[in-house]
Nanobody, 118 residues
Framework: QEQLVESGGGLVQPGGSLRLSCTASGFTLDTYAIGWFRQAPGKERDMVSCINGVDDRTYYADSVKVRFTISRDNAKNTVYLQMNSLKPEDTAVYYC???????????WGQGTQVTDSS
């Protein structure tokens, strides 16, 4: 069964860092585009970053450019989101999702909570 599992969330002070992981089981991530999304309370789910499956090109929302870095480790079947200089407005549930050749995000993780501790 295809599954994505996020980990690495937690409490963090403003200016701190976290690294989120998105690990796949039941399929290999290397041919999929992987997106990281977040949803804050009362707000819609927005894309934060994504990495292409073919050429590893990356995309970042303006709100996280320079501060966040997406990367993949195909040997571990995992995609990471390194988050630095965290701000209170980064508080949200973070989800990863896999987009296949059909262009739709077919697989989603259950989410991991990132919370500002101030």
């Amino acid at each position: 069964q295809e599954q994505l599992v996020e980990s690495g969330g937690g409490l963090v002070q403003p200016g701190g860092s976290l690294r989120l992981s998105c690990t796949a089981s039941g399929f290999t991530l290397d041919t999929y585009a992987i997106g990281w999304f977040r949803q804050a309370p009362g707000k819609e789910r927005d894309m934060v970053s994504c990495i292409n499956g073919v050429d590893d090109r990356t995309y970042y929302a303006d709100s996280v450019k320079v501060r966040f870095t997406i990367s993949r480790d195909n040997a571990k079947n995992t995609v990471y989101l390194q988050m630095n200089s965290l701000k209170p407005e980064d508080t949200a549930v973070y989800y990863c999702a896999a987009r296949g050749s059909q262009g739709t995000y077919d697989y989603w993780g259950q989410g991991t909570q990132v919370t500002d501790s101030s």
